[in-house]
């Protein structure tokens, strides 16, 4: 079944403490980006990817890094978590971008929770 | 600064009617467009895109306008289903790079 899986889906953490989020799809896709769902903001793109070793900011990197090592994974690292780090984070994949009637795939969300 | 804006936060509609949902774009190097529709506790869901070589595109009940002189699109929904309650976010991007900018969403209620 083609998705994006992203892990894990739940996390309450303290301010300070490293963790990551790791984000896979099994669609051979070559574009993948991260995203933070907040209340009455939207969606906000943190990074993005076009292929495998490239990647850049989006609107809202400040405390984020990514790594695109491999085409299938792109993990979201905070290296040092705060609570308006606190939010719903989204990783999503697309084949190509851009492409007229190519879409990007979500994944299920993973809820961050920063004491 | 705000370069995507719905300015409706939510719009209620009446089984059957059409649904009209609106967005509006500040950025001149967009074009490539996208609606995606979101339930609670989901990622978004892709529904229609549109390039800025066209102003309209059809995909069955769905219909993307777009007005590059008024950097304005809008979303057409007919008829309208109780299904289709959920968030829509209008979200814009640059083919040369790979940036995308979500809209807030507007919380769209179909009634029965």
């Known amino acids: 079944e083609a998705q994006v899986t992203q892990n894990p889906r739940y996390l309450i953490t303290v301010t300070g403490k490293k963790l990551t989020v790791t984000c896979s799809q099994n669609?051979?896709?070559?574009?993948m980006s991260w995203y933070r769902q907040d209340p009455g903001l939207g969606l906000r793109q943190i990074y993005y990817?076009?292929?495998?070793?490239?990647?850049d900011k989006g609107d809202v990197p400040e405390g984020y890094k990514v790594s695109r090592k491999e085409k299938r994974n792109f993990p979201l690292i905070l290296e040092s978590p705060s609570p308006n780090q606190t939010s719903l984070y989204f990783c999503?994949?697309?084949?190509?971008?851009?492409?007229?009637?190519?879409?990007?795939?979500f994944g299920p969300g993973t809820r961050l929770t920063v004491l | 600064d705000q370069q995507v804006k719905q300015n409706s936060p939510s719009l209620s509609v009446q089984e059957g009617r059409i649904s009209i949902l609106n967005c509006d774009y500040t950025?001149?190097?967009?074009?490539?467009f996208l609606w995606y529709k979101k339930y609670p506790a989901e990622g978004p869901t892709f529904l229609i895109s549109?390039?800025?070589?066209?102003d309209k595109n059809e995909d069955g009940r769905f219909t993307v306008f777009l007005n590059k002189s008024a950097k304005h699109l809008s979303l057409h929904i007919v008829p309208s289903q109780p299904g289709d309650s959920a968030v829509y976010f209008c979200?814009?991007?640059?083919?040369?790079?790979?940036?995308?900018?979500f809209g807030q969403g507007t919380i769209l209620t179909v009634h029965p």
């Open positions: 950025n001149s190097m967009f074009d490539y």
């Open positions: 669609m051979n896709h070559e574009y």
């Open positions: 999503a994949s697309s084949l190509l971008f851009g492409r007229a009637g190519d879409t990007q795939y």
């Open positions: 990817s076009m292929n495998v070793e490239v990647t």
């Open positions: 979200v814009c991007g640059g083919t040369s790079y790979g940036k995308l900018t």
């Open positions: 549109i390039s800025s070589i066209k």
